[in-house]
C-alpha cells in the first residue's frame, strides 16, 4: 500500500504535470498526444479511451532507436492504489530492489515498446515522493468509469473499481495493447509480454491463461490480434478468495496443502471449501485505501457489499450464513473472487493451451508475505504441471514481496535476473521445457550485504525442496477461549501485522515481545528442546492436531512459529490460520456430536536457517488481531490433548524433538 499521503501526493502530481517535456503530436494512438525526452528514452503519454469508453491515464515508453526492426511489446501492470509510475524510471536501476534492471527504461533500451497505464478506478498522483528515478510524465485525470450515454451510467469522480475482473480491466490491457500494436506497424504482435506485482501480478496470471488476444476481433476488426508469450507475475494472487481469506484446507486439486484453495480448479462457483479467516487489517485497508481514490463497483458486482458481509458482519459463513440476503451474498463473493479474478479457475482456458502453445511463466513470491504468499504460485505451478509435465511454468521464491518481506537487493538483483533471462528465451516463441522451482532465503536479522553469499536452490516441485523432515511433539495440552473481546490481550498481535507493523516503520523481521501470557487460555506457548545440529526449514510445513470445539461450530485456529536464539530472542518464521466449521457435515466417525476431528494447519512458509542450540516456539490461538478477522462465537472453546509442529527441511533426515 502507498504510504504517501492523498493531498500531498496531488500537488505533487500537478507539479510533475507543469515540469513535464514540451508536447508534440505523436500522430500513434488517438489520446496519447504529449511526448518528451525521460532522459534518454521517449515516452508518450496521455488519455487513451478503453473498449468501453473509460478513458485510461496511459504513457507508452518507445525502443531506443537503432535497436532492432521489430519490436515486442511488454505491459507492465501497477499495485492497488499505485499508478502507471510504479514501473517507470530514467535509469536501468531503477529502486535497486523490486524495479532494479526491471522497469520500462531496461526494456526499452533492449528495444521493447514499454505500456504502462493507470488502472481504472485509481486516480494518478503522479511519481512517489520516495522515488526521485521516476519521470516525470503528465498524470492524467481519468474521470469517468463509463459512457456517459449508457443507460444507467454516469460520470463518477475517479472512475470504478473492479478488482481486475475478467470482465473490465483483464480486458483493457488487451484493448490499449492492440491500439499500441495498431498505431506502431513496428510491434511485433507475436512477442508481447506481460508483468507486474500485487495488483498486477494477479492480472499478470489472469492474462497467461488467455494465450491469444483477440476478443475485439469481432466488433473492432482494425485492431491487430496479439500473441502473449510470456508473463512475469510478481508477489501475485492465483486464487483471491484464498489470498484474502485462508481457510487452511488442503486443496481439492490434489489433496496436498501445496494447492490449499477455496475451490476446485474446474469450479464456476468457487465451491469446495470452506470460506476462510479475513485477513482483516489488509482487506479493511484496502478498501478504505479504494474508497480514498474512487469507487467500487456496486452492480452487477456489489463489491461494498462483499467487504460489509465478509469483514464487518463476518462470521459464520456458508451454511451458517443468518439473514434473507447473506448466502446470496457470500455465493457471489465465492464466485465473484475466484471464477472471475483467480487464474487458478480459468480452466477453460488453460487447458485448450496443451494442445496448442503454452504461455511461459515466471512467477515470484515471497515467504514473508503475508498477504500473497507462495501457496499462491505454488498452487497454479502444480494445476499446470498436471496437464502438461512441460508447461514452462518457473517459480521462484525469496524474503520479497508485500510486508513483512525485507526485499533485499541482494535477492532482488537475482531474481530479476532470472526473469529476464526466462523472457528473452520465450519472448519469440513460448515453447515447452523442464523448469524447476527455486529459492533463496530469509535472514533475519541481515548482517549487511549478503551480495554472493546466498544460497539458491532448486527442486523440480515445491515439495522436492525439502528432503526431510523436523517434527517437534509439544506434549502439553491446551485450551483457546476466543478473546475478541480483548485482542490486544496478546501483544505478539500487533507487534507481528503487517500493516500496523508497516506504517510504524518496524522491521521486516518481527521479533517477540510477550514470551508468555498470564492467561494461557489467550494463548498456547510451546517450546522445542535445542537443536544438536543446525537444521534448513524450507517449504510450507503444518501444525497437527486432534482437537474439540466446545461451545460453538465454528471457529478460527491460529498459529505463529518463531526461532528463539539462546538468548530468549525470537524471530516470527512463518504463521498459518484454519477455519473449523461444523456447518459443512456431519462430526467424523468416531467423535460424538461436538465438533471434533484431526486438522492439518498450513503454514505460509519459509527458506530459514536453524542454528544449532535454536529452539522453535509454537503459538497457537483463536485471536490474532488485527491481522486475521476474529470469529463471532465468543463461547468457543478449542481443545487438545498435545501438537506436532512439522516442518520440510532440506537434509534428507527424519529428526523428532520433544517439546521443552
Known amino acids: 500500500m502507498r504510504r504517501t499521503a492523498i493531498v500531498p ?42 473498449w468501453d469508453g473509460s478513458p485510461l491515464d496511459v504513457d507508452l515508453t518507445l525502443p531506443k532507436s537503432g535497436v532492432g526492426d521489430r519490436h515486442p511489446l511488454i505491459v507492465m501492470l501497477h499495485g492497488f492504489g499505485n499508478n502507471k509510475h510504479e514501473w517507470e524510471s530514467t535509469t536501468d536501476e531503477g529502486d535497486n530492489a523490486d524495479k532494479w534492471r526491471w522497469n520500462n527504461h531496461w526494456f526499452a533500451e ?52 473492479h478488482l481486475k475482473s475478467r470482465d473490465y480491466e483483464i480486458k483493457d490491457t488487451q484493448w490499449l495493447a492492440a491500439e499500441v500494436a495498431k498505431a506502431f506497424p513496428d510491434v511485433d504482435t507475436n512477442a508481447v509480454a506481460v508483468t507486474g506485482g500485487s495488483y498486477g501480478g494477479g492480472e499478470s496470471w489472469m492474462q497467461a491463461s488467455q494465450p491469444v488476444w483477440d476478443a475485439f ?50 469450479s464456476d462457483t468457487g465451491d469446495g471449501n470452506p470460506v476462510g479467516v479475513i485477513k482483516d487489517s489488509y482487506a479493511t485497508g484496502f478498501f478504505f485505501q479504494g474508497l480514498a481514490q474512487g469507487f467500487f463497483e456496486t452492480t ?121 533471462g526466462f523472457l528473452k528465451e520465450q519472448i519469440n516463441g513460448s515453447h515447452r ?40 511433539q509439544y506434549a502439553s495440552p491446551g485450551r483457546l ?12 498481535n500487533l507487534q507481528t501485522d503487517p ?24 494463548r498456547y ?32 485456529l491460529l498459529a505463529r512459529v518463531w526461532d528463539v536464539a539462546p538468548d530468549g530472542t525470537a524471530f516470527l518464521m512463518t504463521r498459518g490460520a484454519y477455519r473449523i466449521d461444523g456447518n459443512l457435515g456431519p462430526p467424523p466417525a468416531g467423535f460424538d456430536s461436538l465438533p471434533s476431528g484431526t486438522l492439518d494447519l498450513p503454514l505460509f512458509g519459509n527458506h530459514w536457517m536453524l542454528a544449532a542450540g535454536h529452539r522453535m516456539r509454537l503459538d497457537l490461538t483463536q485471536v490474532d488481531f488485527p491481522t486475521f478477522l476474529p470469529g463471532n462465537s465468543m463461547d468457543a472453546l478449542i481443545a487438545f490433548p498435545s501438537a506436532d509442529l512439522v516442518l520440510p527441511t532440506r537434509e534428507a533426515t527424519t529428526l523428532t524433538l520433544p517439546g521443552a
Open 9 to 50: 501526493a496531488i500537488v505533487l502530481g500537478l507539479s510533475s504535470f507543469a515540469s513535464a517535456a514540451p508536447a508534440q503530436a505523436t500522430g500513434g494512438v488517438p489520446g496519447l498526444d504529449t511526448c518528451g525526452q525521460f532522459p534518454d528514452v521517449q515516452i508518450c503519454s496521455g488519455e487513451v479511451t478503453s
Open 110 to 161: 533492449h528495444g521493447f515498446y514499454v505500456l504502462t497505464y493507470t488502472a481504472r478506478g485509481f486516480l494518478d498522483l503522479g511519481r512517489d515522493s520516495k522515488r526521485t528515478d521516476q519521470p516525470d510524465t503528465p498524470a492524467g485525470h481519468s474521470p469517468c468509469s463509463l459512457p456517459p450515454d449508457e443507460p444507467g451510467s454516469y460520470c463518477q469522480p475517479f472512475g470504478t473499481i
Open 217 to 266: 476481433s469481432a466488433t473492432h476488426p482494425e485492431l491487430p490480434v496479439l500473441h502473449l508469450q510470456v508473463a512475469v507475475p510478481k508477489y501475485p494472487w492465483t486464487d483471491l478468495g484464498y489470498s484474502l481469506a485462508p481457510n487452511g484446507h488442503k486443496g481439492p486439486f490434489d489433496g496436498t496443502i501445496y494447492s490449499s484453495s477455496s475451490g476446485s480448479p474446474t
Open 300 to 420: 452487477p458486482e456489489n463489491l461494498p457489499g462483499w467487504f460489509n458481509d465478509a469483514v464487518v458482519v463476518g462470521d459464520p459463513y456458508d451454511a451458517g450464513s443468518a439473514g434473507t440476503d447473506r448466502p446470496v451474498y457470500i455465493k457471489e463473493l465465492r464466485r465473484g473472487l475466484t471464477e472471475l479474478r483467480g487464474a487458478f479457475y480459468q480452466d477453460e482456458f488453460w487447458a485448450p493451451q496443451v494442445a496448442k502453445r503454452e504461455v511461459a511463466i515466471f512467477s515470484v513470491s515471497g515467504w514473508t508475505d503475508d498477504l500473497f504468499p507462495p501457496v499462491e504460485a505454488f498452487r497454479q505451478f502444480k494445476y499446470l504441471k498436471s496437464l502438461d509435465r512441460l508447461w514452462p511454468v518457473e517459480v521462484a521464491v525469496a524474503d520479497v514481496g508485500h510486508p513483512r518481506a525485507q526485499n533485499p537487493a541482494f535477492e532482488w538483483h537475482p531474481l530479476n535476473d532470472r526473469a529476464w
Open 433 to 472: 521445457q523442464q523448469t524447476t522451482v527455486l529459492t533463496m532465503p530469509t535472514i533475519c536479522p541481515p548482517a549487511g550485504d549478503e551480495t554472493g553469499l546466498v544460497q539458491h536452490l532448486t527442486g523440480r516441485t515445491p515439495e522436492e525442496l525439502a528432503s526431510g523432515t523436523l517434527t517437534v
Open 481 to 492: 477461549r476466543n478473546t475478541k473481546a480483548t485482542p490486544t490481550e496478546d501483544p505478539d
Open 499 to 522: 500493516v500496523t507493523g508497516f506504517l510504524a516503520g518496524a522491521p521486516g523481521c518481527r521479533a517477540s515481545v510477550a514470551p508468555r501470557l498470564v492467561d494461557e487460555t489467550a
Open 525 to 556: 506457548t510451546a517450546y522445542s528442546a535445542p537443536l544438536d545440529r543446525p537444521r534448513v526449514y524450507i517449504g510450507l510445513g503444518e501444525v497437527h492436531l486432534t482437537y474439540t470445539l466446545i461451545g460453538a461450530n465454528t471457529a478460527t
